[in-house]
């Protein structure tokens, strides 16, 4: 069975940083891209990054280029994301998800970040 | 960037009558390889989002199949065919032509 575990979030004050996990298990982690979506409270989703086989490629919205990096464990089944300069727009639920192609064909049950002094 | 506008935003439905929900997009989203790039999601109540559709007109593996996609281009359509109380949710589709990946802003299905 597909098991994707998101970890990581919490309570950080502007400017701060978090580093989200996703563990991966019940498949063969190495041969799927992934990638991290959130949903800020009570709104739609949003994708944030896209990460291929080996962690050579990556690709992100722009609203978190620069402050966001995406990187995974291949060793570890593990998925991360590196959060730099949080803001308060920030605040969501973050989810991993394993890609298929073009679809997002498994999700974790996410974690939440809120962003706040 | 490609922006996905969903609609009807709110949708009630009669158990077992039908429900259509449409997706449009700013550009197309047919790959060169001949398919459509639109993907269905539906996150119920309280849980992660689902997969349902992908390349417009096929379900995922255990979708029923009251569920139907169809469309090219740039309009998509969501349908099912007789409404279950277990399909109420929010309904996203999504296009993976080109990042930035998009969302459409969701379509919540609820029961009369």
């Known amino acids: 069975e597909v098991q994707l575990v998101e970890s990581g979030g919490g309570l950080v004050q502007p400017g701060g940083s978090l580093r989200l996990s996703c563990a991966a298990s019940g498949f063969i982690f190495s041969d799927h891209w992934m990638t991290w979506v959130r949903q800020a409270p009570g709104k739609g989703l949003e994708w944030l990054a896209n990460?291929?086989?080996?962690?050579?490629?990556?690709y992100y919205v722009d609203s978190v280029k620069g402050r966001f990096a995406i990187s995974r464990d291949n060793s570890k089944n593990s998925l991360f994301l590196q959060m730099d300069g949080l803001r308060a727009e920030d605040t969501a639920l973050y989810f991993c998800a394993r890609i298929d192609a073009v679809s997002f064909n498994y999700w974790g049950q996410g974690t939440l970040v809120t962003v706040s002094s | 960037d490609i922006v996905m506008t969903q609609s009807p935003l709110s949708l009630p439905v009669t158990p077992g009558e039908p429900a259509s929900i449409s997706c449009r997009s700013s550009?197309?989203?047919?790959?060169?390889?001949?398919?459509?790039?639109l993907g269905w999601y539906l996150q119920k109540p309280g849980q992660s989002p689902q997969f349902l559709m992908y390349l417009s007109s096929n379900r995922a593996s255990g979708v029923p199949d009251r569920f139907s996609g169809s469309g090219s281009g740039t309009d998509f359509t969501l349908k099912i065919s007789r409404v279950e109380a277990e399909d109420v949710g929010v309904y996203y589709c999504m296009q993976a032509l080109q990042t930035p990946i998009t969302f459409g802003q969701g379509t919540r299905l609820e029961i009369k």
């Open positions: 550009q197309s989203l047919l790959h060169s390889d001949g398919y459509n790039y």
């Open positions: 990460i291929n086989t080996d962690g050579s490629q990556t």
